[in-house]
């Protein structure tokens, strides 16, 4: 067959996806992209990138930020562990290679929250550097193509992935090369309903060939997602509502969320309610009401999150790990969407 690389170059069409982040060869651009679009779609990642262009336009100022003011930049995305690392890098980037953003492959890897994929991206989309980028897309279409069935989630499949894929690259053209396999994955080789009809690759596609679209990539782990409920206390008075930040090692470390009591069943009755621990050390509120609940899917997890609204004549005084803060400015802290929705259906009856 004609050279992989060579159909796929002429397959290519550089207009075809014609997004912000392929307009420049700034590497700290190029990094915040391919950050926000990890486990995002480019149609919700876009205004994010945007937004950080405009708020960060250096990798100095995102360094400089403080941490809250990122997050909350972020809320909404999802995955907050991309902002706390992408905030830690852009402090590397300015204490260990003094603000410029490093230029090889294995300077790159360093930086907090950079794994192979994302400096194969920066190194080759900002400085042409011969590195094979290896994402969905482009596992989907190598494993059609060529007819692997090797699961690409096992170390044997990622080595030979990576192997192919590195001799498929066109060392004269990476930038360009990478930019192509990956829009081809994703508008051509598509998850559902491939385009076969149109594809450069039909007369040789092995999957096509042995019905077996579908199949293919194949990956070894199911995932089994776990269940949990947080009861959202939400405490207010007349002029004051409370909230928390989490800083534990779990989901959603460094947002903010209101007291909360995890439990595996989806419901608490009354008497549980007020024999939890913060009522019962500060007393009966004179109401608890309005019980609603939101759910949230996450990559590993669904969360559910049930919110008891209490009305106390004051708010009484709890340990320093609480905020205490005027209702009105309820909507200056980065919260997880499961609290946001919450906060965009109540917030006129909170405040
Ligand atoms: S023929 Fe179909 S399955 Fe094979 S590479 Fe092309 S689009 Fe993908």
């Known amino acids: 067959m004609k050279s992989f690389s060579k159909k796929l170059l002429e397959w290519y069409n550089p207009a075809s996806r014609n997004l912000p982040w392929k307009q420049t060869n700034d590497a700290y651009k190029i990094w915040l992209s391919e950050i926000i679009l990890q486990q995002t779609r480019v149609e919700q990642g876009t205004p994010y990138y945007l937004a950080f262009i405009k708020q960060y336009p250096t990798v100095k100022k995102l360094a400089a930020a403080p941490l809250d003011d990122v997050l909350k930049l972020w809320e909404g995305l999802g995955y907050y562990s991309r902002a706390r690392n992408l905030h830690v890098a852009a402090q590397q980037v300015m204490e260990e290679h003094k603000g410029k953003f490093p230029e090889t492959h294995a300077e790159i890897l360093q930086l907090k929250g950079i794994g192979n994929y994302t400096a194969a991206a920066i190194a080759s989309f900002a400085y042409n550097l011969p590195h094979a980028v290896l994402d969905g897309n482009v596992f989907r279409v190598l494993s059609r193509v060529f007819g692997i069935e090797t699961p690409i989630d096992s170390t044997e499949g990622k080595k ?192």
């Not at 076969?196 to 039909?202: A, D, N, R």
């Not at 779990?250 to 969320?257: M, R, T, V």
Request: aromatic share 14%; proline share 6%.
């Open 160 to 351: 030979q992935f990576e192997q192919l894929a590195q001799q498929l690259l066109d060392n004269k053209n990476p930038s360009t090369y990478n930019q192509a396999i990956m829009d081809f994955g994703a508008l051509v080789c598509k998850p559902q309903n491939p385009l076969c009809e149109q594809c450069p690759f039909s007369s040789e596609c092995k999957a096509l060939e042995l019905n077996k679209i579908s199949l293919l990539p194949v990956k070894a782990k199911k995932l089994i997602k776990s269940e949990r409920h947080f009861h959202y206390f939400v405490l207010f008075d007349a002029k004051d509502i409370y909230i928390k930040q989490r800083t534990a090692k779990d989901i959603w470390k460094g947002l903010f969320e209101f007291p909360v009591y995890e439990s595996l069943q989806s419901t608490v009755n009354s008497q549980q309610i007020v024999s939890h621990p913060y009522i019962k050390k500060y007393g009966e509120p004179s109401t608890i009401d309005c019980r609603l609940s939101y759910k949230q899917t996450l990559s590993h997890q669904y969360i559910n999150g049930h919110f008891y609204e209490i009305k106390l004549e004051k708010l009484p005084k709890f340990d320093k790990s609480y905020l205490k803060i005027p209702k009105t400015t309820i909507l200056n802290y980065a919260f997880p969407k499961i609290v946001r929705s919450y906060l965009e259906d109540r917030l006129n009856f909170l405040t």
